[in-house]
Structure formats: structure tokens, C-alpha cells
């Protein structure tokens, strides 16, 4: 596979036949195929109904703060699939292996590969995905993990899902009302694994860990870069500088956000999670969330959450803007 695609990447692409995904693709039975296959997973998982395969607006509080309809897909972040898939039942991992064709074995392998390829320790340790107050239902993660299988294990069948809801919510409501989250726990380019959902997508947007050139925005996808503790200061004002903006976590609480960080203008980011409504060029603030006051502390100490104070800190790599 292209030494562009990360692990992740292609071994998605692998389960496209090695094709970039694209809706002029589809068949008509390819629909009801992958409901189907979503329905077996499910069920094989123990649930009673088939659920929904995106999260929207309505269930989730961060969607919600888009302020329009607003969908997106759900999985474990990083490697989270295969740790609940090694917390459940021998019965219950034989029935969703039998449910997706695969061995124990094979899927062991599938959910093992990090669905976050740039994710540093700061960023697992204080996920807020991963420490939501949905995220530690063991039916919500229990959900999370057949998404992942479904993603992994037969990726058309999961983006002609996410397709269908794509279509679904621009005929509702139109392409300009509307916002598709591309990334919510995961960071997959899938501009780059399925371009053929930009057909049917409405605005698009996502935070990245991938730096601007190794992810640059597109016409209808609107990023914003999220620094770690690998950056440095002028890593943050240099990206900012070219017109891209640039998630910052602060070691602070909700509402204590500075209004600009090394000359830097600092928008709040935990008022909306519309990335449209945020200026080029600018830091999109987010106070630092986690679990615990030990998971938050943590995070400043590592270097994940800045102060709010400017300080100036040396880069532990390269960030390509």
C-alpha cells in the first residue's frame, strides 16, 4: 500500500480492494446489505434493536454546540476498540467474529491497529471522548466497539452507512444549514480513504493531529490543527501565521480562556464546535476536560495543556506546515 496512508489507512483500503471508496460505486442492494450486516453485529453484540449508526445533534452535548444538524460516527478512539474487545466474553467475541466473517484472531488484529495515528500520551490520557460520561457506559462502548468492527472488518458496508445519513440530513435540511463531523474520536484521512463521500456531504470540519501538510484542508472540509506537547510556542504562532488555526487545550477552567496567546488571537472553542465559525489564523481554546482533577493535572504536567500565560517552549519535532 502508498507509504502516504497510515496503518489504519490502509488496511481500510485493503477492505475497499485497495480503491479509494467512491458513491458512484454504490449499487442499490448495497444499501440494505449493509444495514443488514450492521444488524448482525448488533445483535451478535447482544443488543435488541439495531441503534443508530451516527451520532447527531440531538444525543451528543459537543454536536449539539454546532448550533445546526449535525452528524458524525462514533468509534473508540486510538486503541480503545481493542481493549473493550478483549474486556468481553470469549461467547460474546466468537459471535461478533462469526458476525463479520473473520476469526478471533483476525479481528483481535483489525481492532488492534490505532484508529488515532498521531496520538501522543497527552492526548490518550485525557481524551474527552474516550472520558465522556457516554464513553464509560459499558453499552455506549459496547456500541463504539461494533462500529469499529463494522469500520474495520467491512468498510463499504460502513460508509455506505454513513453515506445514506449524509443524504439523509442535506435533503432535510440542505447543504448549507447542515455539518458533517468527520472525525469525532478518530483521526482517519477520509478524504483520502473515501473521497466519494464528499458527493453527498454536507460542510465538513474536524480537529487533526496530522500537521497542515500532511493533512491540508479541501473546499468543503474546514480543519483545525491541534497542537500537543510535541509542539513548541513558535510551532503555534508559525501555523497560525499561514492562515490555519490551531486547537490549543489550556490549563484552565471553562470561561478562563486568554484572549490571545503569544500575539495569537484565542477564540473560544468549548461555545461551539461549528469549526466554520472560527477565524483563520487564529487559536481555537479549549479548557483543559478530563475525568478527574489527577487526569487534568496530568495533563498540564506533561505539556499537553498550556498555561494561559505565553511561555516559550522548544518543538520535539517537526511540525510541516
Request: one cysteine or more; charged letters at 20%; aromatic letters at 6%.
Amino acid at each position: 500500500m502508498n507509504s502516504k496512508y497510515t496503518p489504519i489507512e490502509s488496511l481500510i483500503l485493503g477492505g475497499l480492494g485497495g480503491q479509494p471508496w467512491g458513491t458512484a460505486d454504490r449499487k442499490r442492494a448495497d444499501l440494505q446489505a449493509a444495514l443488514m450486516a450492521w444488524s448482525d453485529i448488533r445483535k451478535a453484540a447482544g443488543f435488541a434493536g439495531d441503534g443508530g449508526w451516527v451520532t447527531t445533534d440531538k444525543t451528543n452535548v459537543k454536536l449539539g454546540k454546532a448550533g445546526l444538524p449535525t452528524v458524525g460516527v462514533t468509534l473508540h478512539a486510538s486503541t480503545d476498540a481493542h481493549r473493550m474487545w478483549k474486556s468481553i466474553t470469549p461467547a460474546q467475541r466468537d459471535a461478533l467474529a462469526a458476525a463479520v466473517g473473520r476469526t478471533v484472531d483476525e479481528v483481535d488484529g483489525l481492532l488492534s491497529v490505532s484508529v488515532c495515528p498521531r496520538s501522543t500520551c497527552g492526548c490518550c490520557a485525557g481524551c474527552v471522548v474516550s472520558y465522556s460520561n457516554n464513553a464509560l457506559m459499558t453499552r455506549s462502548r459496547l456500541a463504539r466497539l461494533c462500529r469499529n468492527l463494522l469500520t474495520v472488518a467491512m468498510p463499504a458496508y460502513a460508509l455506505t452507512l454513513t453515506a445514506h445519513q449524509l443524504e439523509l440530513l442535506t435533503s432535510a435540511y440542505g447543504d448549507e444549514n447542515t455539518r458533517w463531523r468527520v472525525n469525532i474520536s478518530d483521526d482517519i484521512r477520509w478524504e483520502l480513504v473515501a473521497p466519494g463521500l464528499w458527493d453527498v456531504a454536507p460542510k465538513a470540519y474536524s480537529y487533526t493531529k496530522f500537521s497542515p501538510a500532511e493533512r491540508p484542508e479541501q473546499e468543503n472540509l474546514r480543519l483545525v490543527y491541534s497542537a500537543s506537547e510535541v509542539w513548541g510556542s513558535a510551532d503555534i504562532t508559525r501555523v497560525t501565521k499561514k492562515g490555519h488555526r490551531v486547537a490549543v487545550v489550556f490549563d484552565c477552567k471553562k470561561g478562563a480562556l486568554p484572549s490571545t496567546w503569544s500575539n495569537v488571537p484565542v477564540v473560544n472553542g468549548d461555545i461551539t464546535d461549528d469549526l466554520w465559525a472560527h477565524p483563520a489564523g487564529s487559536i481555537v481554546g479549549l479548557a483543559v476536560k478530563g475525568p478527574t482533577l489527577a487526569v487534568r493535572q496530568a495533563a498540564a504536567q506533561c505539556g499537553f495543556a498550556l498555561p494561559v500565560q505565553t511561555i516559550v517552549r522548544v518543538s520535539r519535532r517537526t511540525i510541516a506546515a
